[in-house]
């Protein structure tokens, strides 16, 4: 409780709230905002306003004007803010479980499980985080793109289940799944700051008396891990979930802006900034293919890494204990 | 300290061969048929050309022993020749480069290590002193400011900055155009009179003593530098800002200003070289920024360097060139945060006398 008043009367975090709120409400009211087109098939293709290449100043007709190939960029940024929600949250959702199943059971049972868990940590961490994301998509896109993907094509499902919500009886439609590669590379390549830090506190709080007295009253293994050490252990993990959401955000916009995250056409804003790729030379005249989904990206991730930065001065303990003695 | 180093030392072989397993799982993923197709230069045109090349390279073998082959190389039977081999430097061939990964990466890496080179030394100056700045005015409005402006730049997209870079000072201003080098530079660049020494414009124009194209790379840089390091001061200015918040309570700053130190003088000679050694272990960050970044900014500035050979070779499906790129850059990385651990515990005193 004490969090969120704190988070609701500093302006900082404050704004962040707001321009999050802003977002949501953009995100849910974007059928009103941007109507679809009556016949439209999939509400989150943009719709086209003719095929001519060069981009089209803004105009009543098109607020933001529109890109090469007269995709509305009104539209895309309308409806790409539900893009941004979902991958930012899903993938946030993936990367904390798989952190802290890693991070707890390792620091749990310690000895050589700990060990080799750290040292996997470890080789994930080796890589550079955006190379490896851009290697696992092109892998998987590869496998998704013959058609037949086993267990792979198991994982997709259960992904565009929570991210879309669509039947997994039904195949996935390809649109949806070259969205899926570009998230399940940054899941599996984004979970280990929460392992490291959720471990770290585990040992903590292990050793405090009310983990001790639980163990003397004869609770199980699960029990005091997920009853009384968890949750004692689990503010760090908000903090890096805030800031986080912000940074998946950022590397998928950084895929599909290289062609690897959403396809051509899709309301997604790293996508959209695709565009201008073919237009450096003329942006001064074509200044609004990037700056209106930019602004739609930068003003997003800024809110959640607002809200963490607030966050974290007020729920790690040793920066509380620093403000106070400074 | 020497145990120190030698337990790091132990831990980067694990580290490396973790590194090697997972590339060569993402990369067994794919069928042996398509791994077939990848691996070799010209599939030949005739039925049965892909199986044979499958039992040639043994890629339908038990997965550890295709590993091995992968690792170590194999003997060709029909020529006896030893092909493969990630330790050998064989990274396979890369499609979209018509030549093996690792003669690509030898052609464009140059490029990248002047880029990343350039890059750094803002970043990490600059980011230093905005950290100290920020320390030193704590919770005055200039940190207050530099707040603002680290978490707008943490927020900030590679590609929007460069891309707006671009838009005010390339397509509006004309004044620092995208590309490596102008088209008359690299024709004396290429041409034989030119000495490529390093392969690194810069180094090689003023080795050859040739003032106006160094002038002309370093205006093709300026916008990828600033790119690359406005995006990561962030990060710097944080921890040394922390670190320097540290260092500031500490027993002998208060002993340095009871001697009559001037405050000038007790926070940049007293309190920074105190400050700067947990900042030492932002090397490493640093290093994954830059690989990070480059991929973009190369991308975006048509700077032709690993970063845009591996965007290129991911968009059109290489996957034996990705793979190849992201081994060869982890096991720098990897290597490179040996080097940052070592230097830490050089420099603090509290690990250096332990052991």
Redesign the interface.
Known sequence: MKVIIKLLTNPTSLIGILLLLAFAVIAISAPWIAPPAENARDPYMIPRDGFSSTPESPSDLHPFGTTEGQYDIFYGVVWGTRTAFRVGVVITIFTAIIGLTVGSISAYYGGWLDEVLM??T???Q???????A??????????Y??GEAGV?MFLAKGLALVTFGSSPFENVDPVQLQILTGMLAIIVFGWMAYARVIRGNILICREEEYAMAARVVGAGDMRILTRHLLPNAIFPVLVIASMNT?AYV?AF??LS????GAQRGYADW?QM?NF??NW??????H?HI??YP?LA??LF??AW??VG?VLRDTLDPRLRG?NG?? | MATYIFRRMLIIPIIIIGVTMLIFAMLSLLTPYERASLYVRDVPKRQGAIEDIIAKYGLDKPIYVQYWHWMVGQKDSDTGEIIGGVLRGDLGFSQIGASSVAEVIGRRMPATAELAVWAAVPMISIGIALGVLSAVHHNKPVDQILRVFSIVGWSMPVFVFGLIALMLFYAKLGWFPPGRLSDWASQIVQSDAFVRYTQMNTVDALLNLRFDIFWDAVKHLVLPVTTLAYLNWAQMLRVTRSSMLDTLRQDYMTTARSKGLTERLVVWRHGLVNALIPVITIGGLVLIALFNGVVITETIFNYPGMGSFLAQAALSLDVISVLGVTLFSSIILVVGNLVVDVLYGLADPRIRLQG
């Open positions: 040292r996997i470890e080789i994930f080796a890589f550079p985080f955006l190379l490896a851009i290697t696992l998509s092109s892998v998987l896109q590869t496998i793109g013959r792979l912000g950022l916009a950084a802006f290289l062609g690897l790293g900034i201008a790729r450096i030379p003329s942006l001064a005249d200044w990037v700056t930019g990206v930068v991730v800024l890494n607002l930065d620093r003695a400074a």
